[in-house]
């Protein structure tokens, strides 16, 4: 079965550290993964698709197969990175139907 | 910009009453969604809707009911509101194929008491 695995229920880090945001994924073809943030009492919002290996506001995932990972990636924390961070993988068994299977989400706090 | 839009942000309803959730979105997405988000359970699917008048089970479909009367308009429906249902709705839309990821509107709250 596919599923994806946020570990962390919360991540607290000073601002300036480093920031890592964990995401295990399950399934056996190639995935298509994202990362979704929800900012305080802000709407849930893309912040990027493994495909398009890009940048956004500094985060940064790479796509480990051997691992089945898709770690979040940050190399300095800001204080307005605090947010509910989502792991997302594209449900291959439900044909062009768009959906996803989402991890449990991590928490983040920066703390000044 | 995609716009999703929900028709309430806030709701209180009896237990009971009979609910109606909606959205809008206007990018042309023939997916649309509904989730509940609760604290320590993250995002879970109720229905989806992948055309006009299609609808699939989620993983969390009973007590729910769902329509899509036009590609633009998703519906979710609470037969009869229990306190079990009180939380906070997501709904979200997508073209087909989901190179682009989901949008998500910003949330209705809804307590049920």
């Known amino acids: 079965a596919q599923r994806v695995t946020q570990p962390e229920k919360l991540l607290s880090v000073f601002k300036g550290a480093p920031v890592e945001l964990k995401c295990n994924y399950s399934y056996s073809g190639s995935p298509e993964l994202f990362w979704y943030v929800q900012y305080s009492r802000q709407r849930l919002q893309l912040l990027l698709r493994?495909?398009s290996r890009e940048s956004i506001k500094g985060f940064t995932a790479d796509l480990n197969k051997g691992e089945t990972s898709f770690h979040l990636k940050k190399p300095f924390a800001q204080e307005e990175d605090s947010a509910m961070y989502y792991c997302?993988?594209?449900?291959?068994?439900?044909?062009?139907?768009?959906?996803?299977?989402f991890g449990q989400g991590t928490t983040l706090q920066v703390k000044p | 910009d995609v716009k999703v839009t929900q028709s309430s942000r806030y709701l209180v309803k009896r237990t009971g009453e009979k609910v109606f959730l909606e959205c809008v979105q206007d990018?042309?997405?023939?997916?649309m969604f509904w989730y509940r988000q609760d604290p320590g359970l993250g995002l879970r699917l109720i229905y989806f809707?992948?055309?006009?008048?299609?609808?699939e089970k989620g993983d969390i479909p009973e007590g729910y009911s769902v329509s899509r009367e036009k590609k633009e308009r998703f519906s979710l429906i609470l037969e009869s509101a229990s306190t079990n249902q009180t939380s906070m709705y997501l709904c979200?839309?997508?073209?087909?194929?989901?190179?682009?990821?989901?949008?998500f509107g910003p949330g209705t709250r809804l307590t049920v008491l």
């Open positions: 997302a993988l594209r449900d291959h068994g439900s044909g062009n139907t768009g959906k996803l299977i």
């Open positions: 990018m042309d997405h023939e997916n």
């Open positions: 979200a839309s997508s073209f087909a194929g989901t190179a682009s990821g989901q949008f």
């Open positions: 809707s992948y055309d006009v008048k299609m609808k």
């Open positions: 493994h495909i």
